[in-house]
């Protein structure tokens, strides 16, 4: 029984969601579906790639994942599915797989993308507006139902990437930036865990405030401190303790951070 994961910009008002539900069940009634968000701000790309990479490793070998952040739908741009690691991903050629193709050729595990061309997996009208409904939806549905990735398109060497944003080494530390806030407020930034594993004191510098070494869990501050600590993805992340630290400081996924290390 295959498991397929949903995670869009779509929110949940319309029944935009639920039609993509709709019509996986309907060429593959058996299929477990898993909601890992449709709460992706409008649009971003960056932000649908890093959710998408932090929650796809946590699924079982075999899941699909259907990622729809799709601001091209329409144009000329390349409906995929691909096979990284021992996972399946369908979703529009913009970048989306990015962090996770990355993941898998560092590691040495296999990537192949294929151009999703064989209109005889998708819905038989296609609208200009829905590819989540009438492309990704199907294909993933087919995939579920025992169809090999490789009948589903043809190969291509030539996936669309993001620039994903890296730290970069200063005097005194690493500079880096915010690249997702979640819901209650915290800052995640692109600053690994194995930056401070060394060091004697940290100080992180953000919008234009310093924060003096690291805690263990937000309730190791009073409430209303600003906080370093290790996030669950081995991320260097800032908090309010029982506050939303990025109204506090009234920042944004792209803003920068400073990590002084001594």
């Known amino acids: 029984m295959s498991v397929i994961t949903l995670l869009t910009d779509f929110g949940t008002k319309n029944g935009f969601t639920g039609v993509l539900k709709g019509v996986i069940w309907t060429i593959a009634p058996q299929a477990q579906i898993a909601d890992i968000t449709h709460e992706i701000t409008p649009q971003n790309i960056m932000e649908g790639a890093?959710?998408?990479?932090?929650?796809?490793?946590?699924?079982?070998?075999?899941?699909?994942?259907?990622?729809?952040?799709?601001?091209?739908?329409?144009?000329?741009?390349?409906?995929?599915?691909?096979?990284?690691?021992?996972?399946?991903?369908?979703?529009?050629?913009?970048?989306?797989?990015?962090?996770?193709?990355?993941?898998?050729?560092?590691r040495r595990q296999p990537v192949r993308v294929y151009h999703l061309n064989k209109t005889q997996f998708w819905l038989p009208e296609v609208s200009n507006t829905f590819h989540g409904r009438d492309i990704f939806s199907p294909v993933a549905a087919h995939l579920a139902a025992g169809t090999p990735i490789d009948h589903l398109g043809v190969l291509i060497d030539d996936p669309v990437r993001l620039i994903?944003?890296?730290?970069?080494?200063?005097?005194?530390?690493?500079?880096?930036?915010?690249?997702?806030?979640?819901?209650?407020?915290?800052?995640?930034?692109?600053?690994?865990?194995?930056?401070?594993?060394?060091?004697?004191?940290?100080?992180?510098?953000?919008?234009?405030?310093?924060?003096?070494?690291?805690v263990q869990s937000y309730g190791e501050s009073k409430s209303g401190n600003l906080v370093t600590l290790i996030d669950s993805e081995g991320f260097l992340e800032v908090a309010e303790v029982n506050g939303n630290c990025a109204k506090t400081l009234q920042v944004t996924v792209g803003d920068p951070v400073e990590l002084i290390i001594s």
């Open 164 to 214: 994903m944003p890296q730290p970069v080494r200063t005097q005194f530390g690493w500079r880096g930036q915010i690249v997702l806030i979640d819901v209650f407020g915290n800052i995640a930034t692109n600053l690994e865990d194995k930056l401070v594993k060394a060091a004697e004191k940290v100080t992180m510098k953000i919008a234009g405030r310093i924060i003096e070494g690291l």
């Open 50 to 106: 890093i959710t998408l990479w932090r929650a796809a490793t946590f699924f079982p070998s075999g899941t699909i994942h259907v990622a729809v952040v799709d601001p091209g739908v329409g144009t000329s741009r390349r409906p995929i599915a691909a096979r990284i690691a021992d996972q399946y991903f369908v979703g529009p050629d913009n970048g989306l797989f990015t962090p996770l193709m990355e993941q898998a050729e560092k």
